[in-house]
Every structure is written in C-alpha cells, then in structure tokens.
C-alpha cells in the first residue's frame, strides 16, 4: 500500500465537518417551523372586511319604519287565537322584587376607643349608629338603612359635617 492511498483525517476537520451539519439540522428545523406557521395561516379563515361588517347591519330605519304606515305590521305580527268559551284566567300579581336597602359606614377600626368617638360624634350631628364588629373590625354605621337615593343624600349632608361615608348593602 502506497502513502498516498490513505486518507487521514484530523480532529479539527471532524469538529468543522460536525459543526457544518449542526449548522444544516437548525436551519433546516427553523425553516419547517417557518414553512408551518405559513400554512397555519393560510388554513386560518380571513378576517371580514369592512364592506362584509357593513353587509351584516340590518336594513335602514326607513325600511324598518315602513311597517308602521298602514298594513305592514300586521302581517309581521301574529295575533294568538283567543278561545271566548274557555274560562278566563286571572293574571298573577308578582310580588315586587324587595328594594336593595343600604346604608352608610362611617369608620372601620380594629381601635374600640376611635370607633366609639366617631359614632358619638355621629350622633351629636343628628345621625344615630350602630357599631358592628365583623372579622376583628369594628365599624360604625348608620342605624336606619334606605334606599340608594336616600343613602346618597345623606352622604353628602355627612360629608358636609366632616365624616367620610361610603355605601354598603344593609345585611
């Protein structure tokens, strides 16, 4: 065998000949992930274009108005078929729902000492509290509970006397 029929091969020529094909394998990897996001959003429907939105609007008022200037409506709205010989039931009267009571509070403290000032002040301003002690707070309230628009009056009468009031839903 000849010197010249041997091939040698140094380590630098294996680490460049690794490095090449590391180098292929990313860019191949980054170019499927490239070519993935791109058939993605071509599968993905497009967005609507302004003058699709404006297909979508219902008909213009003046259309819509015209059922009401002589024999439109009655052919949009059904009438139901009333049976005379059928007795006649009295509608339900529906409890009105109860309305939400509030109130306001004027101080939560964990001091007894400040919350006690405070509600004594109240009072002396013609407004009777009540201190409620809830999850180691002490908070001074109003005694009597009202509606929201009553609340909010005296609100702002309360904080023309000095106090800061916020409204709480009356428990």
Same mark, same amino acid.
Do not use: H, M, N, Y
């Given at each position: 065998m000849n010197a010249r029929d041997q091939i040698s091969i140094g380590s630098q020529s294996i680490l460049w000949v690794a490095g090449v094909g590391v180098g292929l =394998?990313?860019?191949?990897?980054?170019?499927?992930?490239?070519?993935g996001k791109q058939s993605a959003a071509l599968r993905r429907p497009l967005q609507k274009g302004v003058e699709e939105e404006l297909k979508d609007l219902p008909e213009p008022l003046v259309d819509q108005l015209r059922i009401f200037e002589g024999d439109g409506l009655?052919?949009?709205?059904?009438?139901?078929?009333?049976? &005379?010989?059928a007795p006649?039931?009295?509608?339900?009267?529906? &409890?009105?729902?109860?309305?939400? =009571?509030?109130? =306001?509070?004027? =101080?939560?403290?964990a001091d007894a000492? $400040?919350?006690k000032r405070v509600a004594d002040k109240a009072k002396a301003a013609g407004f009777p509290t009540v201190t409620v002690k809830d999850k180691g707070q002490i908070k001074?309230?109003?005694?009597?509970? &009202?509606d929201r628009a009553?609340?909010?009056?005296?609100? $702002?009468?309360?904080?023309?006397?000095?106090?800061?009031?916020? &409204?709480?839903?009356? $428990?």
């Open positions: =394998l990313t860019l191949a990897f980054v170019l499927g992930v490239q070519v009655d052919k949009l709205v059904p009438t139901p078929k009333v049976d &005379a010989t006649k039931e009295e509608p339900k009267a529906e &409890a009105a729902p109860a309305p939400e =009571l509030w109130t =306001l509070q004027l =101080l939560s403290t000492a $400040e919350a001074v309230r109003l005694a009597k509970p &009202a009553a609340i909010d009056k005296t609100a $702002e009468k309360l904080s023309k006397a000095g106090f800061k009031p916020f &409204a709480v839903k009356a $428990e």
